[in-house]
């Protein structure tokens, strides 16, 4: 198991870099003076042309590009991200502020979904043919095929606007003194952001449990006299679920990418909408940032759903 | 549970009546067209699909207003026997600004996918058979593009640059081939295996033709499937982005771009015309398309019963 | 002496719904499984052999059922069970699979669940029937593998089953099958899904189960030699009927149906040298759902006989106290 981790850790290492390369390199790419988003708007504001360009040297911005990419990977490393173009703002403070909101959001979404569509998978595959199978079924196909943002949109207006159940949007108020206070503003977009994925694990969780419980070993745990409750469970469902999280694994990054427009309908603060101004604005240094951090987060989920796959199916770390 | 169980005896006990006096069916039927014709869902989506893509295609036949049209003395009109969809903020007639918006988020959504497979089959083709230090780099160049949730990558080419439908469609094609490029790619690697293949290459027959006239038929089911399905899954894409007003340009009407006009709370509220039918036709569509793919994959799976 | 028998099957239909069709897999078949003796059931495949073993077990699926009529009688300390009439699932059932009648099957790759250690599957079994503690049943474990003859047991227990050979893998479902000490043990094909070589120690052990443990074995195959090796007493089947069956001397030495006839004189024999005539039965099997009217052998038989053999299914005749025979041409002699 132990080897399996490392192994899967050193595979991580490269793509990072490559990663951290390219984004580097689309840096380079875009207009703009990368002074300015190394420097900060102030020091840019009070210098003149010479100084400028002393300051260039100094920070060696004409150095060649291999050497600035190791130096920027460096600065990356000691916490430093550059500035915002159009606020001056540190990029770093501006991640800190909004990430936990987007954590909170796209963490929410995914037990959410994972619990409800395995669940209602496993249902699903128990009583196959029936009512409740074939609802749940076309349940799942809409649920994959109507826009997530239409989706939030008809609930924002049905849930929050018209019935008033839950806020209009945002995530804290000053009214709030406990943690726990704005989940009534975290369920809408939650539940609106995992639709798709809950659709998705729904329908594999009733596939691959179907396809389990054909399977020899099913009989033979039946011939030993088990219950049938601990067979389905134990014996079905238990196997059935490690292609539903690699599953899991592979939706990921779609989780991630949703919260950019949920994040805008519930005006959820989070990073995914300050993307989306930055996209707007052109704010170049802190999209690649953003990008970055986004591809960053997913390798690290597909890395803690490589472990618990492994967890659930040992033949995995065969390979 | 007891009911259930009465009902199967009573089924089981009907078949063996049956069986016994030699009543039971005797026709032999083509199973796959057979098991398409069942499945209901896809016959619906087939003629939902056709029915809103007709009228898209022909939208000067079921409406006689111009969607670009600015007519600032209508605005805001809720939907009436002139205006079927209503008019909005400037006047623009709702229903001929979804009817010809569908002309373009098809052909977004098709032609984006049709590029993607294009480019990701002839990859995969080409890797899962020569395998390699070429498929080893476009193995990785795939697993780059797909590290990326495909929203954020898209945007970030489009911020570089800049706004056009061909833009977006290249985009599309870009960041898309990475998913159909793998299925292709793990398709071939199995097919390679087969006898059939080995005898090909025994008899030194041209890689290109063993490729693309032998083996890549034999994939084209799933192929099939696979365009269908990343159809819907780009004009829901499209509309993602024209809804955030970063997608199209604003001033082609596209499905999405109607929907932009929601991004107001005001017009949540209150004038529901502008945003809930273009968004439950964009739903249809995308349902129609998933069942069709649905119902293909059914049909042309050998592994299931018929 | 009468041999005490543990199970008797008489006139088992267990018939199969699909599509609207009725597939009569077995079609009243009927033998007893004796105490202490091996029982061999031998067939082509889709016969019905492994249907007629999972039925004892009432291990079916969904579109399959034993028929009125049926009867699958387990004595157990003098009082007759049932199983037919069992619920499928029921306690009672449960509590006899495993506790009482257990069984192997085909192929120990897939059979076992790839998830779980061999210690854990082994001990689920003693977990429901018997009320070890868990330290008990680790122990147990152990001693089970060790006895089925595998090494290092201690740590085999912690391991899955990706990580045993093909052979070991059937010890250890022999071990688990045998861990609460059943009286019947049916093993549908154990061999075939394994080199030849391999067989031949898993035979070894089916026999050591035999002698050491007085097990009553059900063994199903296709293979004649396996049936030469270890049968007390054999069924043959062909159809979802019983055509023959007797001792195993009655059927090698005195084959009366000319389906067993056949079966014989198509296998070779070893240590008769190269010269053997082997003749292939002629004609194919027929389809389940399109079957000839009368006696099934009858389109294949040398000794067909229009408008006898045709008629309908032959009745079961007692040649000898141990010897039956399903044919017509014996109805005569």
Excluded at chain 1, 249 to 263: D, H, K, Q, Y
Excluded at chain 3, 92 to 97: F, I, V, Y
Excluded at chain 3, 168 to 183: D, L, T, V
Aim: aromatic share 8%.
């Amino acid at each position: 198991m132990v080897s399996y981790i490392i192994r899967r850790l050193l595979t991580l290492i490269p793509m990072l870099l490559i990663m951290t390369f390219l984004i580097f390199l689309g840096l380079e790419m875009t207009p703009g003076d990368a002074v300015s988003f190394l420097a900060g708007p102030e020091a840019m504001a009070n210098m003149t042309q010479e100084q400028l360009a002393a300051l260039r040297e100094s920070m060696g911005l004409n150095d060649s590009f291999l050497v600035r990419y190791f130096r920027w990977l460096g600065n990356m490393c000691k916490g430093d991200f550059g500035y915002s173009l159009t606020s001056g703002v540190p990029i770093k403070t501006i991640i800190a502020e909004r990430l936990p909101a987007t954590l909170e959001l796209s963490l929410a979404a995914l037990l959410i979904s994972t619990i409800l569509g395995t669940i209602l998978g496993l249902l699903s595959a128990m009583k196959r043919d029936q009512p409740v199978d074939r609802i749940l079924t076309v349940a799942g196909m809409v649920g994959v095929s109507i826009p997530e943002f239409f989706f939030g949109l008809v609930f924002l207006l049905v849930f929050s606007i018209n019935l008033g159940w839950f806020p209009v949007g945002g995530r804290l108020r000053p009214e709030y003194t406990v943690y726990w206070d704005h989940m009534k503003n975290l369920f809408l977009p939650s539940i609106v952001l995992g639709l798709s994925m809950t659709a998705g694990v729904m329908r594999y969780t009733r596939s691959s449990m179907l396809d389990t419980i054909n399977k020899d070993y099913v009989k033979t745990a039946r011939s030993k006299g088990l219950p049938e409750w601990r067979i389905n469970l134990l014996h079905g469902f238990r196997v059935a679920l490690a292609p539903v999280v690699v599953l899991v694994g592979f939706r990921l990054p779609m989780l991630i990418g949703g919260s950019v427009v949920i994040e805008q309908i519930f005006q959820w603060p989070g990073i995914g909408n300050e993307f989306l101004q930055a996209v707007r604005s052109q704010n170049y240094p802190l999209v690649m940032m953003i990008a970055l951090l986004s591809v960053f987060m997913v390798l690290l989920a597909s890395f803690l759903i490589d472990i618990i796959t492994a967890l659930l199916d040992p033949r995995v770390q065969l390979d | 549970m007891k009911h259930r169980e009465r009902v199967l005896q009573a089924k089981m006990d009907r078949i063996l009546e049956a069986e016994e006096q030699g009543t039971y069916s005797k026709k032999k039927r083509n199973r796959v067209v057979m098991r398409f014709m069942n499945n209901r869902l896809s016959l619906v989506g087939l003629v939902v699909f056709a029915i809103i893509l007709l009228m898209s295609i022909g939208a000067p036949l079921f409406t006689h207003y111009d969607p670009l049209k600015i007519s600032l003395k209508e605005v805001l009109q809720s939907p009436s026997g002139k205006h079927i969809f209503g008019t909005d903020k400037l006047g623009r007639d709702v229903f001929a600004r979804v009817l010809y918006g569908g002309r373009i988020s098809i052909l977004v959504g098709f032609g984006s996918a049709l590029g993607a497979a294009f480019i990701g089959v002839v990859l995969g083709t080409l890797g899962g058979y020569k395998g390699g230090v070429f498929d080893k780099c476009v193995m990785r160049l795939s697993e780059v593009f797909m590290s990326f949730p495909q929203i954020i990558l898209v945007l970030l080419l489009v911020s570089m640059v800049g706004q056009s439908m061909g833009n977006l469609i290249m985009i599309f094609i870009l960041t898309g081939w990475g998913g159909i490029y793998r299925m292709t790619r793990s398709k071939m690697l199995s097919i390679k295996q087969e006898e059939y293949v080995q005898a090909l290459k025994a008899f030194d027959v041209n890689p290109w033709l063993i490729c693309f006239k032998h083996m890549l038929p034999n994939a084209l089911g799933p192929i099939l499937v696979n365009i269908t399905l990343s159809t819907a899954m780009f004009i829901l894409q499209e509309a993602s982005l024209s809804f955030l007003g970063l997608g199209v340009p604003l001033q082609i009407a596209t499905w999405g771009n109607v929907l932009n006009a929601a991004n107001d709370l005001q017009v949540l509220k209150s004038y529901w015309w502008l945003w809930l039918p273009v968004g439950i036709v964009i739903s249809l569509f995308v349902l129609s398309i998933n069942f069709i793919g649905d119902g293909l994959r059914d049909s042309s799976d050998p592994s299931q019963m018929g | 002496m009468q041999d005490e028998v543990l199970v008797s099957v008489k006139n088992l239909k267990t018939f199969f719904y699909q599509s609207g069709r009725c597939n009569k897999a077995v079609n009243g078949v009927s033998f007893d499984i004796k105490k202490g003796k091996t029982l061999c059931v031998v067939g082509e495949s889709g016969c019905g052999k492994s249907v007629t073993a999972s039925s004892i077990l009432q291990l079916l699926p969904q579109q399959a059922r034993i028929e009125k009529g049926s009867e699958i009688v387990y004595h157990k300390d003098g009082k007759d069970i049932h199983i037919e009439n069992l619920e499928r699932n029921g306690k009672e059932m449960r509590s006899l699979r495993g506790g009482d009648i257990a069984m192997i099957f085909q192929d120990p790759m897939t059979s076992l669940n790839p998830v779980y250690t061999i210690g854990w599957q082994i001990g689920e079994m003693l977990q429901y029937h018997s009320d070890l503690t868990k330290k008990e049943r680790r122990a147990k474990e152990i001693e089970l593998l060790q006895a089925m003859g595998i090494p290092l047991a201690e740590q085999r227990i912690d391991e899955y089953p990706f990580e045993f050979s093909g052979g070991m893998r059937q010890r250890a479902m022999i071990a688990m099958a045998m861990s609460c000490n059943p009286k019947v043990l049916i093993a549908d094909e154990p061999t075939t899904a394994l080199d030849v070589t391999i067989q031949a120690q898993v035979f070894d052990l089916i026999l050591k189960l035999k002698h050491d443990y007085h097990m009553s074995i059900m063994l199903i195959t296709h293979d004649m030699g396996v049936v030469a090796e270890l049968a007390d007493e054999v069924v043959v089947m062909y159809m979802g009927n019983v055509v023959e069956k007797g001792t195993l001397d009655d059927v090698f030495r005195n084959p009366l149906h000319p389906y067993t006839r056949a079966l014989l004189k198509s296998i070779p024999v070893l240590g008769k040298g190269r010269e053997q005539n082997l003749q292939p039965i002629r004609g194919v099997t027929p389809d389940s759902l399109h079957r000839p009217p009368g006696c099934q052998f009858g389109p294949r038989c040398d000794f067909f006989k229009k408008g006898v053999c045709d008629g309908g299914l032959p009745a079961e005749k007692w040649v000898s106290e141990t010897h039956m025979v399903s044919c017509f041409n014996h109805e005569e002699s």
